[in-house]
């Protein structure tokens, strides 16, 4: 299944990042404001793998 960049940026901001590694170029920097930048490919899917495996910890309770 090919997405077209509107699905790559809903899946990356979803936290799907495993959908968004194969348009990854091997030059992206990332910039994380006021932390650091990531340069690389193989940064930018370790910090997103880092930050799935985090996720997996956490929940959320909506209340009205």
């Known amino acids: 299944m090919s997405l077209d960049i ?3 940026a809903e899946a990356f901001c979803s936290y799907r990042f495993v959908m ?19 340069v690389g490919r ?5 910090r997103c793998d880092k930050a799935a495996k985090f996720l997996e910890t956490v929940s959320t309770t ?3």
């Open 42 to 46: 193989e940064a930018v899917i370790d």
């Open 6 to 8: 509107d699905q790559i």
């Open 62 to 64: 909506l209340q009205s």
């Open 20 to 38: 968004t590694y194969p348009y990854m170029a091997d030059e992206i920097k990332w910039n994380i404001v006021g932390k650091e930048e990531l």
